[in-house]
């Protein structure tokens, strides 16, 4: 009976939430998990006016689709993801269209794309971003691929897209591993956000002595205006969580050894390799795994230990502001970051991305979801091929009156010996970026002295070589 419109392999935690968010857009889902608990897990879940079906084998579960067939991965990014097209393929035929849902590396993605253009199939890589809430009642979705295929899905996307203004948060990336590149640079975004959240926390614990209450408060009264984001909502909600077994609050009962997946990393990595500057995403990178020394960190912590040299906090009038207004300084680098990779990798892999899209995609139902993402959108619309955010005149402005405040902040933490890397990366940032001349016309000449590489002049063309000694 080949009635269901769409299929979603891995009826995990995002897979399933899809799934009963596509059936309560009336679409005919059907479900494939190899295990069975999963699937009886999403019978349960389904009301009985939800058309569902869930099956424990890919030739049961192709059975049930219409085709040409569309299906949506959701499995684990790597091997699992080959596997489990492996074991759909026998029971496909051309035209039929596989989309992949995870937080696949891009590289795999435009070879998974040739594989199966091979067999007259079309691959999509789609970033999906929300979690567990976003994928059940509305995430931002980011597909790359071939056109003509996305616009067969275009309407199931867009219905269960989170809406901004009724506008979805789904939007048709560019070619090939367009979907998958972009949703790398937002969690490298994502990480760079939450470790300056992590900074501001110290700031306040650390350095002035905040209370939990005053912690969870702090971040509350903050989540309004330029600064409203989902990421500065869910802190104030996690700093307030008691723990049920003890009654304290848990955040101070876990451990600050921090884990990941890869992603940022991979952001990090290419950038690299495109020569896009992102130093307060590297940074989040490193302090992540920084974190994990932690038998090292004990050892250093008895063996350089530091006397504050100020610890009477009224001595920091205006600190609380000023904290505030640096961190909305350092979250626009951090942006402005990012989407200077994206422009870059675009003409690097040709993905033809348009930014305003992805800004306006990101506004609502993901994870890096904020304010300010309205302004960046209107940036990218006055102008597509905008560099970088720091120069738009709107955001300049804004920028501008902030610096004195991130200066004082840093000041403060480097005096308080707190640490501050992404707030102290975004500064350097900003003023290695706002150098109209920079330093590096020594190294220019120290890589001729010792290599003769040769350099240029600022006062006549050619390249140059020089005996130095
Ligand atoms: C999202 C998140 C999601 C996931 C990250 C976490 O957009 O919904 O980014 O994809 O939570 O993969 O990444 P780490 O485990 O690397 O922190």
Not at 205 to 219: A, I
Not at 234 to 249: C, N, P, Q, S, Y
Not at 266 to 281: G, K
Request: glycine fraction near 10%.
């Amino acid at each position: 009976m080949e009635q269901y419109e769409f299929g979603i392999v891995g009826l995990g935690v995002m897979g399933r939430n899809l799934l009963l968010n596509m059936a309560d857009h009336h679409y005919a889902v059907a479900g494939l998990d190899l295990d069975q608990a999963k699937v009886d897990a999403l019978h349960n879940e389904a009301t009985a006016e939800q058309q569902v079906s869930g099956k424990t084998t890919a030739q049961d579960f192709v059975g049930l689709l219409k085709t040409p067939r569309a299906i949506l991965l959701l499995v684990p990014a790597g091997k699992a993801v080959d596997s489990a097209i492996s074991s759909l393929t026998p029971f496909l035929q051309e035209g039929d269209i596989i989309v992949d849902g995870g937080n696949s590396y891009f590289p795999d993605t435009d070879r998974r794309v040739k594989e199966l253009a091979e067999k007259g199939m079309h691959f999509f890589g789609m970033g999906i971003s929300g979690g567990e809430k976003g994928a059940r009642f509305g995430p931002s979705m980011m597909p790359g691929g071939d056109q003509e295929a996305y616009d067969r899905l275009q309407p199931i996307f867009e219905a269960i897209a989170a809406k901004v203004n009724g506008d979805p948060c789904v939007e048709y990336m560019g070619t090939g591993s367009a979907g998958h590149y972009v949703k790398m640079v937002h969690n490298g975004i994502e990480y760079g956000i939450m470790q300056l959240i992590s900074e501001v926390y110290d700031l306040f614990k650390r350095g002035l002595n905040y209370s939990d209450d005053q912690l969870q408060q702090t971040f509350e009264s903050w989540n309004e205006g330029d600064l409203q984001s989902f990421l500065i909502e869910i802190t104030g909600i996690v700093l307030k969580k008691t723990d049920d077994e003890t009654g304290k609050r848990l955040v101070n009962l876990i451990s600050d050894v921090a884990r990941a997946k890869g992603t940022g990393k991979w952001t990090s990595q290419n950038a690299m390799d495109i020569q896009a500057p992102i130093p307060v995403i590297d940074t989040a990178v490193a302090m992540r795994d920084l974190s994990k020394y932690k038998e090292e960190r004990i050892q250093a912590s008895k063996l350089f230990t530091w006397d504050a040299a100020i610890d009477d906090k009224d001595a920091h009038g205006g600190l609380v502001e000023h904290i505030k207004s640096a961190y909305y300084f350092a979250v626009l680098t951090i942006y402005a970051q990012g989407m200077e990779q994206l422009q870059l990798a675009s003409k690097e892999y040709n993905y033809g991305l348009k930014l305003a899209d992805i800004a306006k995609i990101w506004r609502g139902g993901c994870i890096i979801r904020a304010a300010c993402l309205e302004d960046f959108m209107q940036a990218f619309i006055k102008n597509p091929e905008l560099p970088n955010l720091l120069l738009d005149e709107q955001i300049a402005g804004k920028l501008t009156g902030k610096q004195e405040a991130i200066r004082f902040v840093i000041k403060y933490a480097v005096d308080k010996g707190i640490p501050v890397s992404a707030f102290m990366s975004a500064l350097g940032y900003f003023d290695a970026y706002r150098s109209e001349r920079l330093p590096t016309n020594l190294v220019q000449a120290q890589r001729d002295y010792f290599g003769a590489h040769t350099y240029e002049r600022t006062d006549k063309a050619g390249t140059f070589h020089t005996q130095w000694d």
